[in-house]
């Protein structure tokens, strides 16, 4: 069963701290997402990467950076997490190509920025 | 600018009572549009992809059709557990980024 996991279902962080949200897919897949989903606004898409070593700014990648060491891994960073930035994470994966490619998400990591 | 917008933003039926789920969009080049559900504290999880105007796709009591400027989602029968929030998202680049529209929670009463 194709799967991505995300290592933290719920954090709770103080403004300022650093915080890292790792995603792991085991589907040997290229293409990997960060979005983030707010009530009302719908999933935003923060960061994705199509290869090991290459990230692309989504459409809301202020704040936050990336890191992609490895072809299964994606870590999210918030450098100085703000309350902004409280949120649902979601992260995802999908095969290269073709543009029309199903993205498999993982369960989602909620942080509270207090 | 590529956009997507559903209607309506949450939707109660009773067991039983058919209806249908709008995702209206804006593309320069659709190369597929997605179903997703999504239950409360969970991932999306994928429904469908249609890719051309005219195409339609089944699955139990759901079918997604789709025009060149909406797709819709038909709900025949539903009951309760068809409950959840329901996401139409686009792909128009060969990126594979999807583009979601705000999603239509829904509610299905016994």
């Known amino acids: 069963d194709v799967k991505v996991t995300q290592s933290s279902r719920y954090l709770v962080k103080r403004t300022g701290e650093k915080v890292f949200l790792e995603c792991v897919q085991d589907?040997?897949?290229?293409?990997m997402f960060w979005y983030r989903q707010d009530p009302g606004l719908g999933l935003r898409l923060i960061y994705f990467?199509?290869?090991?070593?290459?990230?692309e700014k989504g459409d809301i990648p202020e704040g936050y950076s990336v890191s992609r060491e490895k072809k299964e891994r994606f870590s999210l960073i918030l450098e100085s997490a703000s309350t902004n930035q409280t949120s649902m994470y979601l992260c995802?994966?999908?095969?290269?190509?073709?543009?029309?490619?199903?993205?498999?998400f993982g369960a989602g990591s909620r942080l509270t920025v207090l | 600018e590529d956009q997507v917008t559903q209607s309506p933003e949450a939707l109660r039926l009773q067991e039983g009572e058919s209806s249908s789920l709008n995702c209206s969009y804006t593309?320069?080049?659709?190369?597929?549009l997605f179903w997703y559900r999504q239950d409360p504290g969970k991932g999306p999880e994928f429904l469908f992809t249609?890719?051309?105007a005219g195409e339609e796709k089944e699955k139990e009591r759901l079918k997604a059709t789709l025009t060149k400027k909406e797709s819709f989602l038909h709900i025949t029968a539903p009951k309760p557990e068809d409950s959840a929030t329901y996401l139409c998202?686009?792909?128009?680049?060969?990126?594979?980024?999807?583009?979601f529209g705000q999603g239509t929670t829904l509610q299905v009463k016994p």
């Open positions: 995802a994966s999908s095969p290269q190509g073709g543009g029309a490619n199903v993205l498999t």
């Open positions: 589907m040997d897949h290229e293409n």
């Open positions: 990467s199509y290869d090991v070593k290459m990230k």
């Open positions: 593309v320069s080049g659709l190369r597929g």
């Open positions: 249609l890719y051309s």
């Open positions: 998202a686009l792909s128009t680049g060969n990126t594979g980024k999807l583009i």
